[in-house]
């Protein structure tokens, strides 16, 4: 059983710096894609930014291009998103996201296997 558990949540004031981490545990090989996505209250969740496990490649969503980076262990079994420079509108419950078979998982129909989420909040 396909298991994503977050850790790093916290509360910062803007400017400052987090780093989420996702355990994966559960897979005979590593998920092809990965991704982070976010939801504050009364909005929809939103995708923050994947890794695509096999080859490394990385995208963001517009707002946090150049302050956050995704990034995995060499395993492939832990997952990484450092924020930095973040800002009062980055408050959310962010979620660890997977998807086992090939294909990008931005959307939320793509993903196969969720996280608990962990809270992040931004005082400015």
């Known amino acids: 059983q396909v298991q994503l558990v977050e850790s790093g949540g916290g509360s910062v004031q803007a400017g400052g710096s987090l780093r989420l981490s996702c355990a994966a545990s559960?897979?005979?090989?590593?998920?092809?894609?990965m991704a982070w996505f976010r939801q504050a209250p009364g909005k929809e969740r939103e995708w923050v930014a994947l890794?695509?496990?096999?080859?490394?490649?990385?995208n963001y969503r517009d707002s946090v291009k150049g302050r956050f980076t995704i990034s995995q262990d060499n395993a492939k079994s832990t997952l990484y998103l450092q924020m930095n420079m973040l800002k009062p509108e980055d408050t959310a419950m962010y979620y660890c996201?997977?998807?086992?078979?090939?294909?990008?998982?931005?959307?939320?129909?793509?993903?196969?296997?969720w996280g608990q989420g962990t809270q992040v909040t931004v005082s400015s």
């Open positions: 890794i695509v496990s096999n080859s490394g490649s990385t």
């Open positions: 996201a997977a998807r086992a078979a090939p294909g990008l998982c931005l959307f939320l129909r793509a993903i196969d296997t």
């Open positions: 559960g897979y005979t090989d590593s998920a092809y894609c």
